[in-house]
């Protein structure tokens, strides 16, 4: 039997396209790194847990129910998100994460010889769908570390379908406030889909931060995305979603797989969205977990980006992939940010206090190390210099 020709099969984009290596289980890593326990700061997941009620739905869920498909539309839960947001429970599509909704967004807009815009350091898998679907990937360099609102729209063509913008953005943090919002798509006039990723909005306590599902009466044009794995941390369970104007998201439900969100994912959410008070928790951890780094790395003399949202970036004097390693063989995992196109730099979850005290005692030995290596190696004038593994961007 002949092996299947691959170049002729595989498409041209698909071939130049690079999979996503996952991180391996938190065990294999604990092994490969010799450490007996690990710090995940890498995922900017919520060290609480899912709220309480969510929690007791996830407990009590009864085996059986396993064998029965779920709504294959998460009909409860759209309900739930139309009377809190004052929408219509249609205005919504739930996904397996929100990573499935911006797959629906671009199949939905894009075809052929269409391209997206976005930011060249971002969440990295509006980049990714797009180019492993075949439609080019517009990159616009941020502007003091955020969204370069004259630089997006000088880079629209006649082919460009949607404007993904990440507010806030993730890893940088920065935000832009609803005037900036605003005055933005005035100027897009409705002609592009804009999508506004607000992954972290119910981290941000600024006042003048706007509210995506607000702005939808304004601008039809405008999908907004928010996801249950940061603040609600149900990570584990894949569930997402977007809003936007009804004609709007009944074209996007088009090219949605209908069952790909499971029951338990579903009937969590549904729960998770009625505390008000876990958002007060994790906002009140989150924020001494800033105050508490800040002044850490103040004293480290090491240089960090705290903006909103429950991560910091944080740049090294040494290279990121390099500094993954030492901080992996002390416990501490990181996200390196050479794959957001940050050399260099590390993002770090704000986690709990025991974790990012762990994290700056790694920092700070990890430092220590290198000075007293630095003075052996220019005494010898050797090259100490060592090999980068590979390292991927991801969420
Ligand atoms: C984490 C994240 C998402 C996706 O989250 P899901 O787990 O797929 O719901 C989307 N956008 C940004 C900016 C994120 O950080």
Redesign the pocket.
Known sequence: MTFPPLDQLVPEYVRRFEAYIPSKPDEELRRLYGCDRLLRLNN?ENPLGPPPEAQEIIRRFPPPRAAVYPSGDAYYLREKLAEKFGLQPDQFIVGN????VITFVIKAFCQEGDNIVTADK??A?YEWVAEFSGFEARLVPLRDFGFDDEGLLERIDERTKIVFV?NPN?PTGTYWNEGRLRRFLDRIDGRRIVVL?E??CEFVEKKDFPDGIRLLRDYPNLVV?R????MYAL?GL???YLAGDLEVVNVIRRTGVVYSVNVLAQEAALAALNDDEHIRRTRALVGAGKAFLSRELDRLGLPYICGEGNFVMIRLPLSDTLAYRKLMARGVMVRTMTGFRFPNYIRVTISAREALEALVRALEEILKDRGQRTEIRDQKSEDGGQRTEGCHPG?
């Open positions: 900017n994460g929100a990573n499935e971002t969440f898998v990440c993730n990723d992954a972290y995305f996801t249950f794995s940061k990570a894949r569930i997402g969420g």
